[in-house]
């Protein structure tokens, strides 16, 4: 990737970008299985990026690749919840809309802190696998080495996932497109990430992990 705006404009240079993209948004209705599948052809996405094409992956059932990552935000996800559920909890039983609220700060503070985080733990998983990305030393010494390249990335997931959302606009359809297109983004802040962070010498593209 040439810069980190460029996350934004390289699947519309992919041949065929379009049915591509449509057909892993279809994918994605799937409960469960077509979210593995769409993080599968997120790290399938980064693959030809390190490779130096600027093509997206096919469109399929990318279970086996995106499993490791899928679970790996599914458990973060649970993990830091738990304090605004068991605050929400408390203040429901006790009437407080004090500690219902302290919840609700504490969960959107760690939610930023999951996006900040975001480049870091993908970019793990995709040289690790599923046990790197619960590597905390390596995650947060990535994160924080170059506090401004992971600020500028976990913005632009934060963007993506914007982006992906927007297609409940247009009474769901939207969605088979705005959702493959924020998985590609994600793909492009990664391989971008990877070239600033560690450096052009050891992102060359290799066996990543499944």
């Not at 304090?83 to 930023?112: C, D, K, T, V």
């Not at 010494?141 to 976990?154: E, K, L, P, Q, R």
């Amino acid at each position: 990737m040439s810069s980190i705006a460029d996350s934004f404009a390289w699947p519309f240079q992919s041949p065929g970008w379009f049915g591509k993209m449509i057909l892993q948004g279809l994918i994605a209705i799937i409960p469960i299985i077509g979210w593995i599948a769409m993080a599968g052809w997120m790290m399938n996405n980064i693959d030809n990026l390190r490779a130096g094409r600027r093509e997206l992956a096919p469109a399929g059932f990318h279970l086996g690749r995106g499993a490791g990552v899928f679970f790996v935000f599914l458990i973060y996800g649970v993990v830091l919840g738990i304090p605004s559920i068991i605050l929400g909890a408390a203040g429901s039983s006790s009437h407080s809309a004090g500690l219902s609220a302290l919840g609700n700060a504490i969960s959107f503070a760690l939610r930023l802190f999951l996006i900040f985080l975001t480049p870091s733990i993908i970019l793990f998983v995709y040289r690790g696998g599923f046990s790197a990305g619960f590597d905390f030393n390596g995650i947060w010494g990535m994160a924080t080495s170059n506090t401004a390249n992971s600020i500028t990335a976990a913005l632009v997931v934060f963007v993506a996932n914007l982006i992906g959302g927007l297609g409940a606009i247009l009474c769901l359809v939207g969605l088979l497109f705005t959702i493959p297109y924020s998985s590609a983004i994600t793909a492009g802040v990664v391989a971008w990430y990877e070239q600033v962070m560690v450096g052009p010498s050891t992102a060359s593209p290799s066996s990543p992990a499944v």
